[in-house]
């Protein structure tokens, strides 16, 4: 995929304070029991004190290497996952101990989309059914009501109505994943959580999928969390980026801005990695290329102090010692770093990031 295919995308300006989703000090730890290696249980630190916002109509885009803990973010974020500590409000309400029944009336307005579209369909259920389902569940109306919402869904999402009946795999995988996105609008949520919604796809058809994101996002006004390990993707889709590594946010900043000047070392590294950009935008500032070398450490075995500080090459004695706090480290930037690369720090968190307003159109 070229950024060629991509459509451009013109937003408005959302009101500064217009959050729709806020999660504030998110953990998800899970106990680890003993094996071979480790004789006591031990605790894996998937999420670890994630705090941020959404605004109403915005695509925040989740980087960071695999086993980071973008999906289980993603997954507390809509509560598909318990949390082991912290807070989420959606639309204004603490979803993070609601009951299973009290639930049930919130999660209409918030779902999640799946990497794999082939492995988050039920092969067995054609294609109407499986996204007649989320209908049922919530009992949209009676059975013409919901015939007639699912062929309107398949319509929106550019799927022909002849192929109701078909099965998931006589479908392609850029088709099956249209099916995964009728079935999360079938509800008319306002938010989505994209999970690697096209890492599963031909590169071919990545572009038509993200630009049918779009398209959605303008016609229904939705949120997106939109989570990937590929930084072009998320820098096209993204107005906003959070950084992710070992389950905290290490850099969250407005997307040109982080691409422009990456203000923590980790993104700095993440960004050396890409290759610019031959598609006429912009071009990215030159800026020092750092190669990421050894692994990440294991979420069951984090390094004390700062989790990047093993593999950074700026690390000094301080970063072993503290963890750095996300920090405003100029307006609209936060970064968990001791010595950023950008600006002086303006504050230190207390709250979750607010969210800016961009500029305006
Ligand atoms: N149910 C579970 N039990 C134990 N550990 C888990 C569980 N689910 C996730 N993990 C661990 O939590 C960490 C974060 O996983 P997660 O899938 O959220 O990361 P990710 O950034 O989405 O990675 P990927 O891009 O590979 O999906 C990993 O170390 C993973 O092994």
């Known amino acids: 995929m070229t950024t060629h295919d991509l459509k451009a995308v013109e937003k408005p300006a959302v009101p500064r304070d217009d959050v729709l989703l806020r999660a504030t000090d998110v953990t998800k730890h899970y106990t680890l029991r003993p094996d071979g290696f480790a004789r006591h249980r031990r605790v894996l630190r998937a999420v670890d004190g994630v705090s941020l916002e959404v605004r109403a109509g915005e695509t925040l885009g989740v980087v960071g290497e695999s086993g980071c803990g973008k999906s289980t973010l993603g997954r507390c974020l809509v509560r598909l996952t318990e949390l082991t500590g912290g807070r989420v409000e959606f639309d204004g309400r603490d979803i993070s101990t609601l009951s299973a029944r009290r639930l049930r009336p919130v999660r209409p307005g918030m779902q999640l989309v799946f990497q794999d579209p082939h492995a988050s369909l039920n092969p067995r259920r054609r294609a109407g059914e499986i996204v007649a389902e989320p209908l049922l569940i919530h ?79 303008d016609e229904f006004a939705l949120t997106y969390v939109f989570i990937a390990h590929d930084l072009g993707v998320v820098r096209h889709v993204s107005d906003r980026i959070a950084v992710m590594y070992l389950g905290e946010i290490v850099e969250l900043a407005e997307t040109e801005a982080l691409y422009g000047a990456p203000s923590h070392p980790y993104t700095q590294a993440l960004l050396s990695a890409v290759p610019d950009l031959d598609d006429g935008s912009a071009p990215t500032p030159a800026r020092e290329r750092v190669v990421l070398t050894g ?47 950008a600006a002086e720090p303006l504050s230190v968190l207390g709250t979750p990031p607010p969210a800016t307003t961009p500029p305006g159109p």
């Not at 062929?151 to 009946?165: K, N, Q, T, Y």
């Not at 950074?312 to 301080?318: I, K, L, S």
């Open 139 to 217: 009992r949209y109306g009676n059975a013409a009501a919901v015939r007639r919402r699912v062929a309107e869904l398949f319509d929106v999402v550019g799927l022909a109505a002849a192929h109701l009946d078909r099965y998931p795999h006589e479908f392609s995988g850029g088709q099956r994943q249209r099916i995964g996105i009728a079935r999360a609008l079938a509800t008319a949520p306002k938010l989505i959580v994209a999970d690697e919604p096209v890492s599963a796809l031909d590169v071919s058809i990545q572009a038509q999928v993200l630009n049918l994101f779009a398209d959605l996002q």
């Open 295 to 341: 692994e990440v450490p294991s979420p069951a075995d984090k390094p004390t102090g700062c989790p990047f500080r093993t593999r950074c090459p700026y690390a000094r004695e301080r970063c072993a010692l503290e963890r750095p706090p996300l920090t405003e480290t100029a307006p609209g930037r936060w970064t968990a770093c001791h010595y950023p690369l």
